[in-house]
């Protein structure tokens, strides 16, 4: 009996997670891209890629995200 409610209550937890957490995906405005931009050398260039990741992203297609250590 125990073992049924445990195996249940561990399904509905399953179930909660996996339909709370959704595909949708919230992309970057322009105001967005252009105050992270703002830091690089190449600011058109900088602009240019995120909005086409932007693009990407709202297509449905992945897209490659880099990622930097942080420098504490």
Request: aromatic share 12%.
């Amino acid at each position: 009996m125990r073992e049924q409610i445990k195996l249940i209550s561990n399904f509905s937890m399953f179930l909660l997670a996996f339909f709370s957490f959704s595909n949708e995906s919230f992309s970057l405005t322009n105001y967005q891209i252009k105050k992270l931009c703002a830091k690089e050398k190449r600011l058109s260039l900088c602009i240019k890629n995120l909005q086409e990741k932007r693009s990407d992203l709202q297509k449905g297609n992945l897209i490659e995200i880099p990622v930097t250590p942080y420098k504490g």
